[in-house]
């Protein structure tokens, strides 16, 4: 009996009981971050989630249909991140680095980022919600826009470029690239280049899957979410042709339209205000409007949007006949569907140049008369007003002559090139950061000679830097000098002449010494000056003002170098 009494009391001992598996943690509550949740039949349905709760990779996501049937669902950390391959003087944002992860990886990619449920529905489940654990989320079905035909004809829709050729457009596609590579983006590149041309789901048509496409791209988790936006506006641009084909076609304009700059440059000008673009994409496709309601909202967009754009290119790189102020151009773009008459308002005349649609040009702008309502007397920059059609926006030019007096005039701060978010929101590009600053000052020397001192910061490790001097009228420079971090100094225009250049290099930044050429110096003291530099990463600034990325030479501002009146010396004497 002891012994029985033993056995019994070992085998039910804590220490010997048998350890019972640890439970799962229990399921992450999902909430859905959109407002509404559209699903293209056929096509994969990617859902931006909040996860609250810890994640187990031997617990699935709990996603079932309304009928109950329950279905396969993971859930992806999508991130993204700063480019560093990017171009330095993109003109179009750069698309950013992607990353996914499944949850149950060791760690995620670095960059912001959130959650998305993935989710392969079957055909047969049109018209049904999804519930995520017990939340119900209804869906809206959106149908294959490759099977949308027009209604009146029964054929197939067009899907026309808003380009129509873009062989002869290289530098716009080099410019859009970063579209391309950005899986919200990709969809406008496709419209630029294709027309946004859909191709049935091969669930639909009981086909072979499409052979892949050389921009796809090789994470599944990111081509899921490029499909995804690419097939709501596929199915919003189709219903939105059914409703008004012209209306589609002018809104495709500006999803993805262009200004031409002179014979050879194309660029991207579309709409930059995503806010304002998904509010539009929910609109287009609101399972409760009418196609006359679709009408109206696309209208309403189309005329929130600016029509033109204006900036200032130079201050005054020419001479205005027999006067001391100078000659300015303001660049204006034409962002509308059709030609309007552009002018620049100063005083009470204006030289009126008619400015085709998707087009750019230049406009001068002289100082007006005393009895044109101008005040020459005034100081600072002249305030005008450029107009194109019926827009109109405010520019300072400075055409008056800067006067340089002791200790010396400050030339700079030297802005980045123009992108097309900054130009098509009017506001300048932001100086560069105290690591990379440029700088000048003019002086004034013993000898009666002037003398340009400019600063450029930037750590002596990265590759050579390099800058330019524009001396004398714009397009017409009197001398050009290039000089480069590495001490090389060379005159491109001019006499060839660099004794009075001199080039030196600290640890985080170089200096250079340049006399002004007494032959740029115009006879009544007046010199021309215009800023480049590409430093060590790339990237170009310039001063008096931003240039484009494709401008060949900056703008100027005219010095007048007579106003220069010596220190008094000691004892009240000069």
Excluded at 329 to 354: C, F, I, K
Excluded at 459 to 484: M, Q
Excluded at 531 to 544: F, K, Q
């Amino acid at each position: 009996m002891v012994a029985l009494a033993l056995v019994g009391a070992f085998a039910w001992s804590p220490a010997c009981a048998r350890r019972r598996a640890p439970r799962p943690p229990p399921a992450p509550v999902l909430s859905v971050v959109e407002a509404r949740v559209d699903v293209v039949l056929g096509r994969r349905l990617v859902i931006p989630v909040t996860v609250q709760g810890g994640l187990s990779p031997r617990r699935p996501v709990p996603v079932r249909l309304d009928d109950g049937r329950t279905l396969e669902a993971r859930l992806a950390w999508l991130s993204v991140g700063p480019e560093p391959e990017a171009e330095p003087n993109s003109w179009v944002d750069p698309a950013g680095r992607w990353a996914s992860v499944w949850a149950d990886a060791d760690r995620r990619p670095e960059g912001a980022g959130g959650w998305l449920l993935i989710v392969d529905l079957p055909l047969d489940s049109v018209g049904q919600g999804l519930y995520l654990g017990t939340t119900r989320v209804p869906l809206n079905w959106l149908p294959d826009p490759a099977l949308l035909t027009d209604p009146a004809s029964g054929r197939e829709l067009p899907w026309p470029r808003p380009i129509a050729d873009l062989g002869e457009s290289p530098h716009l596609l080099r410019l859009a690239q970063p579209e391309r590579t950005s899986p919200v983006r990709r969809w406008r590149y496709r419209l630029l280049t294709r027309g946004l041309q859909p191709r049935p789901a091969p669930a639909l048509t009981g086909g072979e899957p499409a052979p892949a496409e050389t921009d796809e791209f090789a994470d599944p988790v990111i081509e899921a979410v490029a499909r995804q936006v690419e097939s709501r506006w596929q199915v919003a641009l189709a219903w939105l042709w059914i409703a008004d084909a012209d209306l589609a076609e002018r809104v495709r304009q500006r999803l993805a339209g262009a200004v031409r700059y002179g014979e050879r440059v194309v660029a991207p000008a579309w709409t930059i205000d995503q806010p304002a673009l998904d509010a539009l994409l929910l609109d287009l496709l609101d399972p409760r409007l009418r196609a006359h309601e679709r009408r109206e909202r696309a209208l309403a967009w189309l005329s929130s949007l600016p029509t033109a754009v204006a900036w200032v290119i130079d201050d005054a790189g020419l001479r205005d006949a027999g006067r001391v102020t100078g000659v300015g151009q303001v660049g204006v773009a034409n962002l509308s569907d059709r030609a309007a008459l552009a002018w620049v308002g100063v005083g009470m005349s204006a030289e009126l140049t008619s400015i085709p649609a998707g087009a750019a040009g230049e406009l001068p702008v002289l100082m007006p008369r005393s009895d044109d309502g101008g005040d020459p007397g005034a100081k600072g920059p002249l305030r005008v007003v450029a107009h194109v059609g019926p827009w109109s926006g405010p520019c300072a030019v400075a055409l008056r002559p800067i006067e340089a007096a002791p200790p010396g005039l400050r030339l700079g701060p030297l802005l980045a090139d123009w992108t097309m978010r900054t130009w098509m929101g009017g506001v300048a590009p932001p100086e560069p950061s105290a690591d990379w600053a440029g700088l000048g000052l003019l002086q004034k020397s013993g000898d009666g000679s002037w003398t340009l001192f400019l600063e450029f910061r930037g750590p002596a490790r990265t590759e050579p830097e390099g800058a330019r001097v524009w001396l004398g009228p714009r397009e017409r420079p009197v001398a050009v000098f290039r000089v480069s971090s590495t001490g090389l100094a060379t005159e491109e225009v001019g006499r060839g002449s660099t004794e009075g250049v001199q080039v030196s290099r600290e640890p985080d930044r170089w200096t250079v010494r340049l006399t002004i050429p007494a032959g740029t110096i115009e006879p009544d003291g007046i010199v021309r000056i215009g800023l480049e530099r590409t430093d060590g990463r790339g990237v170009r600034s310039a001063w008096p003002r931003p240039m484009l990325p494709w401008q060949v030479e900056p703008g100027r501002v005219a010095v007048d170098l007579s106003a220069w009146v010596g220190l008094p010396a000691v004892g009240g004497t000069r």
